[in-house]
């Protein structure tokens, strides 16, 4: 059964001042984090650590139709 994932990710200053929102169709948090590390080719990759941890955290939501994985919207700082 899929998932609506809410995904909050932000790296705070003096790290980044990187972050976002991210709201993804997904069967696991595997393929939630493998749709949001595709969509956002921008994304600096020394934080994905931080981000699984964020999809593991994320608030879920169960989704009664089989619909396609993929991310609806993001806002991204």
């Avoid at 994304?43 to 994320?58: C, D, P, V």
Wanted: hydrophobic residues 35%; charged residues 30%.
């Amino acid at each position: 059964m899929k998932s609506l994932y809410v995904v909050e990710h932000f790296v705070p200053f003096p790290s980044s001042e990187y972050g976002g929102l991210w709201n993804v169709i997904a069967d696991s948090d595997e393929e939630c984090y493998d749709l949001i590390a595709d969509e956002d080719q921008e994304f600096n990759t020394q934080h994905y650590g931080k981000l699984r941890e964020n999809i593991m955290k994320a608030s879920k939501y169960s989704l009664v139709d089989e619909l396609e994985s993929k991310v609806i919207e993001s806002f991204l700082t």
